[in-house]
Nanobody, 123 residues
Framework: QVQLVESGGGLVQAGGSLRLSCAASGGTFSSYAMSWFRQAPGKEREFVAAKSWDAGITYYADSVKGRFTISRDNPRNTVYLQMNSLKPEDTAVYYC????????????????WGQGTQVTVSL
């Protein structure tokens, strides 16, 4: 079983930056594709970014391309989401997710989830 713990959320002004971290345990981290999703109040959980197990494939949602960067540090069993030029519409709970090997943009493809970390972007 893989356990995921997110951190790094908080309150930031529009135009600012945050870096989220997701620490994994209980599995062979390098075998897993890692992703970030987010869920705003009253909305469905949506895909943000994903990186395959070997970091060879990366996906981004159109809404974050050019502003967010997903990276992974296999020796540290950690995946990051660097978020720049934040907008109020980025406000959401951000979730880390894992699945074996291949990255996917589909929420239902992921079997392992963290508890989420709140990101709030103010005007």
């Amino acid at each position: 079983q893989v356990q995921l713990v997110e951190s790094g959320g908080g309150l930031v002004q529009a135009g600012g930056s945050l870096r989220l971290s997701c620490a994994a345990s209980g599995g062979t981290f390098s075998s897993y594709a890692m992703s970030w999703f987010r869920q705003a109040p009253g909305k469905e959980r949506e895909f943000v970014a994903a990186k395959s197990w070997d970091a060879g494939i990366t996906y981004y949602a159109d809404s974050v391309k050019g502003r967010f960067t997903i990276s992974r540090d296999n020796p540290r069993n950690t995946v990051y989401l660097q978020m720049n030029s934040l907008k109020p519409e980025d406000t959401a709970v951000y979730y880390c997710a894992a699945r074996l090997k291949y990255a996917s943009q589909r929420r239902d493809d992921y079997g392992y989830w963290g508890q989420g970390t709140q990101v709030t972007v103010s005007l």
